[in-house]
């Protein structure tokens, strides 16, 4: 069990052939050639650390609300930028963080894990990428000019609506929602593509790691969840920009209307957020418990319970609208019966770490955070699911704390864990692993410190989303306490960046599978070549590399000068044929440069529609152009 | 211990203090929740604990099926938890359900950007009145409240009588409020509406039935007539400038319906909506520079000299 075991798939036969294959995959040289990259390891890193930037700035701002909060009657931010940064934080952290680093994980690993040379419509990854990478900057630009949304992530109606909110501040939130929803969306159709279709041969459904499992089920969530806010913040546009009617009471339109479609959507979000870290979970427990996953039918079936459950509890964020009791009690009834398939999966992990040999290293350290602070978040969920509870407790600090130990607990600890995990494969190095343990200890200690307290300010009476207090309500106290632990929970996230930095270029030398990891992408170099696997490898359990894998037969074959991908089929995985793999382009790139541009341009006119249009579709048909199929290697380079 | 006492909490505008029927019910839930959620939580933390510390690590065929039954049995208890905390939910639900007997005290609350205006209906006309930001209750009558927005959305929500609701414009709610015991209690906007959603409060006063009587019948009168001269300077100084246009003052020619009505302005603790004491330097800071307090507030800043000020503070402070 040497740490640089290297395995078959990962050793080319020849040299030449290796040259050969990093020419048909790799890069085109060129000025350009930065734009025309698509191959799914370039987009997914250039994916997460564009998310990590903008999980870093949304950290500012909420380092900017707790010295606000610190004291009361304190005036360090005004009224008119606390409401900014509040909007600015929610918005960043749902819309430009959590679920795109969840892609963007899942773009880089997904295709790995399963063995094949690519992400299905790897074009259209860049401009999924692009249009993430252009939503955020258009958001922070607007801030850095005084014109950041002001109406809350969630932007209710009336106060969102043209009377109460003139300005551009809202069309800017409404067109982040739309770059941001059409990014997760094309991403969420390349994940199920790839996951049903390019899987290795013998990897049948019930062999796939429990990871793809998390990733096949979110990526469904977000086809079905996202068109709510896409249509809720396309009719607020219009509203604010036409002047159509949707939600103006006063011309039949209505202001619930408003509140339905954006839960109907912010709810499952959470669930989309969080399920690709229990698939995270289950890989990391897996690996440093050396014992595949107890329970693997039930976890599995768990994802998708929590998947369909998760899309009928929207109405508990609408408890205090007045709605019918009997209405509510369903809700209610939904809201905490989505905690047993969290609880069952829960029970299996600790069964497998029971009967495995836990190690305990950085990753682990996460996984066992998670479970302390996600259940502790799960029970809290279970008391805002009860309605007369939700009556006392909704808007305040209260939920706050509550959403923020089921997203931090729930996905940013087994996101740090899994990062720390696949570290090694996306740059050839490992992170350090006592700056790991260092990172662990301060972000949970910091984290409780921060959000525990706040359980007690909602009880007794803090709001949220307000700027300040008063100091005969007492929550001053609490509130520094919170504050201190903020900055302690800065430091951990500032020990992870600084590590992972600075074991980019100096840590140790992974070698293909430093922890002797069970799944495939550990079956290649790493970093892997620009065609991931020489030989494709072929499965017959869910802990491939576990099994003696140098017995195990490989798919040959393919063709060294063209970007062969092999298909198989989707239950049982059996080859069926072979797709050729489109070639870089830049057109993705400028297709996202008319798109963007025209969403922008609409902040100001609606003329930027038709004319948008016919640009963006200008870019979509040089894009799609057909091309005689060429050999890679022998193409002429770029001027 | 400390946990509990962590969570025992006081105040004024707390959850953890119920001074009314259906905060105590609710708060009675909320004991329930806490401890089997607690329970729950240590728990699984020792069931992880004993997972990790376990010393015995040959895996047996009887050991995966012992895990199975394990998962399966605590699976169950989730279950059976679960729904026992369903019904206790629902129970308590069903008890503090909007429902108003013959006989209960009708008021309008009416939400605006950032105060509230409070309307006590009665069936003889002449004897209905305006207040803003302070609602008097008696104890033990249930009181019911029309809630009413006609700009964005708020949230009403006195923690120490009741849960919240919503004040939706063009979806009129109502909640009750019956308070168990007299006191004096803080509330405050718990919807986000808009740059002074913090500074939006208002004050229960919870007063036995016969104060509430007396109150009652004095809040019915007009305001009382200026009886010195500093205060009839006051008046004129109030009715000449731009007060009028947007502040009512009953037995006055002052009829602005755009501000809180001020008939008995004297007699409320707090000004600008709970946001400072009424108190005369307060009082002069809010006329003079109201802005500086609360920015965005539709109160426009008065340019007064200090012949005039004070008079008109000395008015003010005489409306009772």
Redesign the interface.
């Known amino acids: 069990m040497s740490a640089m075991e290297t395995t078959p798939y990962a050793l080319p036969d020849s040299d030449a052939e290796h040259e050969q294959l990093q020419k048909t995959w790799g890069p085109r040289r060129g000025p350009f050639s930065w734009f025309s990259q698509i191959d799914h390891r370039t987009i997914g890193r250039r994916f997460i650390v564009t998310a990590f930037v903008w999980f870093g700035l949304g950290g500012l701002l909420a380092a900017l609300m707790r010295i606000q909060l610190a004291k009361p009657n304190n005036t360090f931010l005004s009224a008119d930028q606390y409401n900014q940064i509040f909007t600015m934080h929610g918005t960043t952290m749902m819309f430009l963080f959590a679920v795109p680093v969840m892609e963007a994980v899942a773009i880089y690993i997904i295709p790995l894990m399963l063995g094949t040379r690519g992400l299905a419509f790897p074009r259209a990854t860049a401009y999924a990428y692009y249009m993430f990478l252009f939503g955020g900057t258009m958001l922070y630009v607007a801030f850095f000019l005084n014109m950041a949304p002001d109406a809350g992530w969630f932007n209710y109606v009336p106060l969102s609506a043209p009377q109460f909110s003139p300005g551009k501040r809202i069309d800017i939130w409404a067109q982040l929602v739309n770059f941001t929803e059409i990014s997760a969306l094309t991403v969420a159709v390349e994940i199920i593509v790839t996951i049903f279709k390019q899987r290795a041969p013998g990897m049948s459904i019930n062999r796939m790691p429990l990871y793809v499992w998390s990733m096949l089920v979110t990526a469904f969530m977000i086809v079905f969840a996202m068109p709510a806010v896409m249509v809720a913040s396309n009719y607020i546009g219009l509203d604010r920009l036409v002047g159509t009617h949707f939600f103006n009471k006063a011309e039949g339109g209505d202001v619930l209307l408003w509140q339905h479609l954006f839960w109907f959507f912010g709810h499952p979000e959470v669930y989309i957020i969080f399920i690709p870290a229990l698939g995270m979970v289950s890989t990391i427990i897996t690996v440093f418990c050396r014992r595949k996953i107890f329970g693997y039918t039930a976890m599995v079936l768990s994802l998708v319970a929590t998947a369909f459950i998760g899309f009928g509890l929207w109405v508990h964020h609408m408890f205090a609208t007045g709605l019918p009791q009997s209405g509510q009690s369903y809700f209610t009834a939904a809201s905490m019966m989505i905690a047993v398939p969290s609880g069952v999966q829960i029970f299996c992990w600790i069964a497998t770490i029971a009967m495995g040999k836990p190690e305990f290293r950085p990753p682990l350290m996460f996984v066992l955070g998670f479970v302390a602070i996600f259940v502790l978040g799960g029970l809290t969920g279970v008391m805002l699911a009860a309605v007369p509870l939700n009556l006392q407790l909704h808007d305040t600090f209260f939920v706050v704390a509550h959403l923020h130990y089921v997203l931090i607990g729930g996905a940013v600890f087994p996101l740090l864990g899994a990062l720390f995990f696949w570290f090694p494969k996306m740059t050839g190095r490992l992170m350090n692993e006592r700056w790991g343990h260092i990172s662990f200890w301060l972000t949970f200690a910091g984290f409780n410190v921060t959000f525990f307290p706040q359980h007690k300010l909602g009880l007794v009476g803090m709001p949220r989303r307000i700027y300040t207090y008063l100091p005969e309500t007492g929550w001053g106290p609490l509130n520094l306490l919170s504050t201190i632990g903020a900055g302690i929970l800065a430091l951990g996230v500032l020990c992870f960046v600084v590590n992972a930095l600075y074991s980019m270029k100096r840590g140790a030398i992974a070698g293909s599978n430093p922890w002797h990891a069970p799944t495939l992408e550990w079956a290649t170099t790493s970093p892997p070549p620009h065609y991931n696997f020489l030989h494709l490898p072929t499965v017959s359990s869910t802990e491939p590399l576990w099994d003696h894998p140098e017995n195990a037969p490989v798919v040959t074959g393919l063709a060294l000068k063209k970007r062969e991908v092999l298909i198989t089929r989707l239950f049982d995985a059996e080859p069926d044929h072979l797709y050729l793999y489109p070639g870089t382009t830049p057109w993705a790139f400028l297709s996202a440069v008319a798109t963007g541009g025209m969403f922008v341009a609409l902040l100001f006119t609606p003329w930027a529609l038709p004319i948008g249009v016919a640009i963006a579709t200008t870019t979509l048909l040089c894009w799609f152009w057909p091309s005689s199929p060429r050999d890679e290697g022998e193409a002429p380079e770029q001027p | 211990m400390t946990f509990v006492t ?2 025992a ?8 203090e119920p001074a009314g029927a259906h ?1 105590a ?2 708060g009675r ?2 004991d329930v ?2 401890i089997i ?1 607690a329970v ?2 240590l728990l ?2 020792i ?2 604990f ?3 510390a ?1 010393r015995k ?1 040959e ?1 047996t065929p009887d ?2 099926a012992r ?2 039954t ?2 399966s049995i ?2 169950a208890i ?2 059976v938890t ?1 729904a026992a ?2 019904v ?3 129970l ?3 008890a ?2 909007d429902h108003a007997p013959p006989g209960t005290i009708q008021l309008k609350v009416t939400g605006k ?1 950032w105060w509230w205006q409070v309307e006590y209906d009665d069936p003889d006309k002449s004897k209905r009145f305006t207040d803003a930001n302070e609602i008097h209750i008696p104890v033990g009558v249930p009181v019911n409240i029309q809630l009413h927005s006609s ?3 708020h ?1 009403f ?1 006195i ?1 120490n009588l ?5 004040l ?4 009129d ?2 909640i009750q409020l019956q308070a168990t015991r007299p006191g004096i209690y ?14 939006m409060a208002l004050w229960v006063h919870a007063m036995t039935q016969s104060d509430y009587a007396n109150w009652l019948t004095a809040a019915r009168q007009p305001s009382k007539i200026p009886s010195t001269p500093e205060q009839r300077k006051g008046e004129e100084v109030f009715m000449s400038s731009p007060c009028p246009l947007c502040h009512t003052i009953q037995g006055t020619d002052a009829g602005g319906k755009t501000g809180p009505d001020l008939t008995h302005f004297a007699g409320r603790r707090s000004i600008a909506a ?2 400072w004491p009424n108190r005369r330097g307060y009082l002069a800071g809010w006329i003079v520079d109201p802005q500086h307090i609360k ?2 507030s539709q109160m426009p800043p008065m340019l007064l000299d200090e012949g005039q000020l004070q008079p008109l503070l000395a008015y003010l402070e005489s409306l009772q």
């Open positions: 962590f969570f909490g006081s105040g004024i505008q707390s959850a953890l905060a019910r609710i839930l909320w929740f806490l959620s729950v939580w699984v933390m069931a992880l004993i997972a990790l376990r690590r895996e050991g995966a895990a199975r394990t998962v605590a699976t989730t279950l679960l905390l369903l206790a939910s629902v308590t639900g069903r503090i359900a950007q700009d964005v959305i949230s929500w923690p009741n849960g919240k609701q919503d939706i414009p063009g979806h709610g109502s803080r509330g405050q906007c718990a919807e986000f509406c808009g740059l002074q959603h913090a500074k709970g946001t920015p965005g």
